[in-house]
């Protein structure tokens, strides 16, 4: 028991530590595609530990929901990280407190507050990106739940590591038109819940076009910074979620000790950046969409979603 709570804990640590760096490759990769320079893959890391030493300001209009939420959109991503596959295969100490569908609420309940505090300040550009996003995640939350009934069906469970074990480790599976669905629908809704183009810019400075980083625009100090590294990790779980339990287990652990462990965290981190490499070219391919044509994005997703649950339920 003690060796699965400690690996837990590196798990932890792991998403922790690189959710910035991939954040970092993820803009660096991008800047590159369109000819530019960019900042360093570390830039991320001197943001934060700018923000860290820096002073807080807090509206007198605001109360103890924006105060409260940095630190809940900073845990959240945390605590999903107990429950899915990360760094192994294997069942940890913490896998069976809560199962995908409970997780996705998780990270919800964080976007809700951070959505709460962007009005809780009275600022005008806030409230109009915090209903835009409200909207993003009004039909983002149904995908959510259609992917994991679908899995459900499959595996018998929503657990990720049983769903993993059910859905991806038999090659054929792999090969199912109900898999190949929801892969693309899950990978429409990391677009979406990460706030990439096309669904919205996240280098963006205007405020009156800005979706998700307009929750963040009163924040300073160390506030802004748990709200951008608990998005960089949320954005990082996302995609643990994405290649460790609906593409492929391969790279983690299947040995109970520290070395395998060890070993499994650059073979992850590779997986994630072709993960990277992958919606960097989405990103540059694509230019940002209107905020009418954002519904029809997220629907398109929907219905591949369901189409996926059919195609599992008629053909098995």
């Known amino acids: 028991m003690c060796h699965r709570i400690l690996f837990n804990l590196i798990q932890v640590l792991v998403v922790m530590a690189f959710a910035p760096l991939v954040s970092g490759v993820l803009s660096r990769f ?15 890391y001197r943001d934060l530990w700018k923000l ?29 990280t ?8 294997y069942p940890l100490y913490f896998a069976f407190m809560g199962d995908m569908l409970g997780g996705g609420f998780v990270l919800s309940l964080g976007g809700f507050f951070a ?26 939350e149904p995908v959510f739940m259609i992917v994991f009934f679908t899995v459900s069906f499959v595996a018998g469970s929503t657990i990720p590591y049983i769903v993993q074990e059910k ?23 990391i677009l979406a819940e990460g706030g990439r183009i096309p669904v919205d810019n996240p280098t963006g400075h205007f405020e009156l076009a800005m979706i998700d980083e307009s929750k963040s625009l009163e924040y300073s100090g160390r506030g802004f910074a748990l709200m951008k590294w608990g998005g960089q990790m949320k954005l990082f779980v996302l995609m643990c979620i994405f290649l460790n339990v609906l593409v492929m287990p391969w790279g983690l652990a299947h040995e109970q000790n520290l070395g395998a462990v060890l070993v499994a965290i650059p073979l992850v981190l590779f997986k ?19 905020l009418f044509r954002i519904a029809e994005f997220l629907g398109a997703a929907f219905i591949t979603s369901v189409a996926a649950m059919i195609a599992q339920v008629f053909l098995p």
């Open 30 to 44: 991008k800047e590159m595609v369109q000819s530019k320079r960019g900042p360093s893959i570390f830039q991320p």
């Open 52 to 80: 860290f030493h820096k002073g807080e300001i807090v509206s007198e209009e605001s109360s103890w929901i924006f105060r409260f939420t940095p630190y809940l959109v900073f845990v959240a991503p945390i605590f999903v």
């Open 82 to 89: 107990l429950l899915i596959p990360v760094l192994t295969n």
């Open 115 to 140: 959505t709460l505090a962007a009005v809780d300040t009275a600022n005008p550009y806030g409230p109009i990106g915090a209903s835009r996003t409200r909207m993003v995640g009004f039909l983002a």
């Open 167 to 189: 859905w991806v480790t038999p090659p054929a599976n792999f090969f199912m038109p109900s898999h190949v669905l929801l892969v693309l629908a899950f990978l429409m809704l």
């Open 272 to 290: 994630i950046f072709c993960l990277v490499l992958v919606m960097v070219v989405i990103e540059s391919s694509l230019s940002k969409l209107r």
